[in-house]
């Protein structure tokens, strides 16, 4: 028999169904028996009537919660039911997998173990209905900007993790070995996309991992991620990345609104909102006076740059001021920014780049990219590198590269914003940090 989905079983009163699921509860009373089926959709009331035969009832009472199940039955509109007024009267009943009892974690306990704990367990962990929902929206929104690109005649490339450089700086970078040499994960597309602007490509994306050899712990930094990339041509400056942005995530939220805003509303508690164009802009020397008017400190040895407290302060500071969730912080000093960042030509301390901040969080980098080969070696030097191992990236340069510039972002960083987690090893798949590898 053709499976039958929990959220369609309205349209089969009277009928037999095939459902497959997990046995949320077991409630095995003196004369009925009731299974609580989970499938993707929702959750549905199996009942069985236990003078019906023994046997089948005795098969019942030794299930465990979690168990893999398929069971036939006949849809019955049964208004007392608090899931959906309709009940599953079983039929029969096939064990795919009984589950081991008791479970090493209980993913619908009241109170939740500690999120180590969950990750260890992580695939019990995400039968929750929120998790469940939380992909589905990362899912959703990964469609949503592809959908925006190719409308914007973008093209998807997937570029190598390997390389045989450094991809953004000789920090956080991890080393393999490569046969009888060493090679780097790529901390970020960043080389690669620029060369599709150099193939003439116009406007590329790329969704794929991100390698950092972070070892801090906090709630918004992964060794492995994913990063959201993107890169386009015959700019003028890096407004024109961030009208693109804009515009792409407005999109984005709208299509996650529209398609699931109701679930992510009764599963988070959470009102999507969808931002309004043009997001705030905010030049990092004012950024940097405004948080100093709200009497926040910024660390002195992280000169030019904000850190996470002073995110937070400004995202307050905008949300007081246009009610609005993002801002672009633009133009920051080149002492905190790579030598690939192009300058303003009339302030040359100063690059033509910008970060996304939703709700005080970095969820973007982006920039206009310094093409005249001649600027780029010589910002390069600067910044004490040496031009030997980067000479095939500088080439890129040298036969008709057009202005160009683009953008990356953390896909988990911004499912923390869109749904309100404070923690982002709560919106990975798998989280990676400095001690977990496993599973
Ligand atoms: O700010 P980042 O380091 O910028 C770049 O990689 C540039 N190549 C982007 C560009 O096109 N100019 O990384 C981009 C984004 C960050 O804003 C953040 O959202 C996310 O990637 N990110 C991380 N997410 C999780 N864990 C980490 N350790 C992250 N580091 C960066
Ligand atoms: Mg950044």
């Not at 260890?120 to 929750?128: I, T, V």
């Not at 492995?224 to 993107?230: K, L, P, S």
């Not at 386009?232 to 996650?256: C, P």
């Amino acid at each position: 028999m053709e499976r039958t989905y929990i959220k369609d079983l309205r349209q089969k009163i009277g009928q037999q169904v095939c459902l497959q699921g997990h046995l949320q509860t077991l409630r095995d009373q003196k004369k009925m028996q009731f299974l609580i089926l989970r499938d993707t959709t929702g959750l549905a009331q199996v009942a069985f009537y236990k003078p019906n035969d023994a046997q089948m009832a005795e098969r019942i009472s030794g299930l465990t919660a979690e168990s893999a199940l398929t069971i036939t039955g006949t849809v019955a509109d049964n208004p007392v039911v608090k899931l959906g007024g309709l009940e599953v009267q079983l039929e029969t009943l096939t064990v795919e997998n009984l589950a081991a009892s008791p479970l090493p974690i209980d993913p619908f306990a009241e109170t939740l173990p500690a999120i180590d704990i969950r990750l260890d367990w992580r695939y019990l962990d995400l039968r929750r209905a929120q998790n469940l929902l939380l992909f589905q929206a990362q899912t959703l929104a990964e469609q949503a900007m592809r959908e925006y690109w190719l409308q914007n005649r973008f093209i998807e490339i997937h570029s190598p993790k390997i390389m045989g450089t450094p991809s953004e700086s000789g920090a956080e970078l991890f080393t393999i070995d490569y046969f009888d040499r060493k090679a780097y994960l790529a901390q970020s597309p960043q080389f690669y996309k620029q060369m599709a602007m150099a193939a003439g490509f116009d406007r590329v994306f790329e969704i794929g991992p991100v390698f950092r050899a972070d070892p801090s712990f906090t709630s918004r930094h992964m060794t492995e991620f994913t990063g959201v990339d993107m890169e386009m041509s015959w700019i003028e400056s890096h407004e024109d990345v961030m009208a693109f942005q804009e515009r792409w995530l407005q999109y984005t939220y709208q299509r996650v609104k529209d398609e699931l805003g109701d679930a992510i509303a009764q599963l988070f508690g959470r009102e999507i909102v969808v931002p309004s164009v043009p997001f705030p802009r905010i030049p990092m020397a004012e950024a940097v006076r405004i948080l100093k008017e709200r009497g926040y400190q910024l660390p002195p040895e992280k000169k030019g740059d904000i850190d996470p407290g002073g995110e937070r302060e400004l995202g307050a500071y905008v949300k007081e001021t246009f009610g609005h969730d993002f801002v672009f912080v633009t133009d920051w000093p080149i002492a905190v920014r790579p030598f690939y960042h192009m300058r303003h030509p009339d302030n040359p301390g100063l690059t033509r780049s910008y970060d996304l901040l939703a709700s005080g969080l970095e969820i973007t980098t982006g920039a206009q990219r310094e093409h005249r080969v001649a600027v780029l070696e010589k910002q390069a030097l600067e910044k004490g590198l040496h031009l030997e191992p980067i000479q095939f990236y500088l080439d890129f340069f040298r036969y008709g590269c057009p202005p160009h510039g683009g953008f990356g972002l953390g896909l988990s960083r911004l499912l923390m914003v869109m749904l309100g987690i404070n923690n982002i090893r709560e919106t990975v798949y798998l989280f990676r940090g400095p001690t977990r590898l496993n599973p």
